[in-house]
């Protein structure tokens, strides 16, 4: 029983990394990419692990495994979140870096991707053990992030608070007179410490802007419409607030404590309530606790996935209604379901489009942070909702032109501008 375990988890790691260059590849045939340049982008430039030690609150010493993979960097500097994770190893943190890098290029921001994190379940530390164990790994990190080289931000497990105790570590190792200028090293920073408004949502506005505009293509309302949601951190919970005030209702959820469900419809800020009070779920009394197996079997208009990558498979793609699937995670869709969700003409709108605004709402704070400007939510949200459209639009296009699908049309755009840079840049020497 042991050794199927080990091996199930084997394969998922190794199955984000094989479906991001499955993906890849598949773009890369339909437009013929240049071969060297192709030699160039299914590598990843610089891989960081890190061993460290830190003392716990009993006083023995933990040591602590973290990584930091940077992919490309040829439109800007790495960019990508850190995850505190069971899950984190080096093959999910290549796969994480290489769709960072498709999804900023997409987005048409100047930046490149890379992803990491620490392998730990954060549930099992104290508020202080976290604070020192996210310290350490900074300063196991050194010199390679920094503003202008490679810019962490928050991913599954971690939040502002985490990019809070980074940035003071990291200027802490700084002279008093380079402290000033390295605000941005870290991204979806607490609004006090050079936070920027509407950071906090813009990961999960974004991916319901992406169903609202699917919407307005296919001149459906959002009113009444049926939607799930798998993970409700803050992705999902933002995706679902902003659904909600559209009219639509949540009827099923879905996270590591359990799966709930309720066809009436589930509030969203009660659920929030009672998930902040109890941190979890499970035993939430305004709805029905059904078998996780059964979650996206559910009849519904909209899925959200928004947990974790390789969550729908060739086992359970046969089971969803819905009629579209919003990929609010990263690679939460394998490539062997995908094809079978297609064939079946449900609608798949790609993560490094859906969940882009996450980083769009980072480029926005790192801008202000460089130029020394503040924003209003209003302009954040405005601004973020503009760049969405627009990339919406671009992938329509080439949808249409190509004939390809939503995924395949948003890597051609990606990798067609990193094309062009190398192909205008040259290679050194």
Known sequence: MITEKLKEKKATKQGMLSNVMRQFNNASDKIQLNSNIRKILEITNNELVVHFPVKMDNGEVAVFTGYRVQH????????????YHPTVDIDAARALAMWMTWKTALAGLPYGGAKGGIQIDPKKYSTAELERITRRFTYALGDNIGPELDIPAPDVNTNPQTMAWILDTYMSTKSPNERSTNLHVVTGKPIGAGGSEGRDRATGYGVFLCIKFWAEQNEVSLRDKKFIVQGFGN???WAAYFLESEGAKMIGVQDASGTLYNNNGISVGSLAAYQNATGALSGYTNAEAIPGNDFFGLDCDICIPAALGNQITEHNAGDIKAKVIAEGANGPTDVPAEAMLLERGITIIPDILCNSGGVIGSYYEWLQNRNGEIWTLEEVM???????????EKINKVVGERKVDARTAAFIIAIERLEQAYLQRGIFP
């Open 382 to 392: 405005e601004k973020l909702e503009k760049k969405l459209r627009t990339s919406f």
């Open 72 to 83: 490309n960097n040829a439109l800007g500097p790495y960019k990508g979140g850190l995850r």
């Open 235 to 237: 992705v999902g919970y």
